[in-house]
Nanobody
Framework: QVQLVESGGGLVQAGGSLRLSCAAS????????MGWFRQAPGKEREFVAA????????YYADSVKGRFTISRDNAKNTVYLQMNSLKPEDTAAYYC????????????WGQGTQVTVSS
């Protein structure tokens, strides 16, 4: 079992930056692939970024590529999402997710943190 708690959301002007954090419980954090998703009002949840357990691979949605960076610190059981050059269309609730290496679906989810970008 993994419990995930996001933090770092808030209100920021367009062009600004935020760093989201996701703290995970459990002693096997390093064996999970981690991801960030977001959901804007009236829209479906969408993939933002992911990082493998070994930190060897990262993946990004085209809409955030070059602006967002996902990273993890396995010693701190934490995954981060550095968001730069924020746009109003980045406004959404951001969710952290985890899945085991062999899983096809994201098994664990956090409660979400709100990011609002004003124009």
């Amino acid at each position: 079992q993994v419990q995930l708690v996001e933090s770092g959301g808030g209100l920021v002007q367009a062009g600004g930056s935020l760093r989201l954090s996701c703290a995970a419980s459990g002693r096997t954090f390093s064996s999970y692939n981690m991801g960030w998703f977001r959901q804007a009002p009236g829209k479906e949840r969408e993939f933002v970024a992911a990082i493998t357990w070994s930190v060897s691979n990262t993946y990004y949605a085209d809409s955030v590529k070059g602006r967002f960076t996902i990273s993890r610190d396995n010693a701190k059981n934490t995954v981060y999402l550095q968001m730069n050059s924020l746009k109003p269309e980045d406004t959404a609730a951001y969710y952290c997710a985890a899945k085991t290496i062999v899983a096809n679906t994201w098994d664990y989810w956090g409660q979400g943190t709100q990011v609002t970008v004003s124009s």
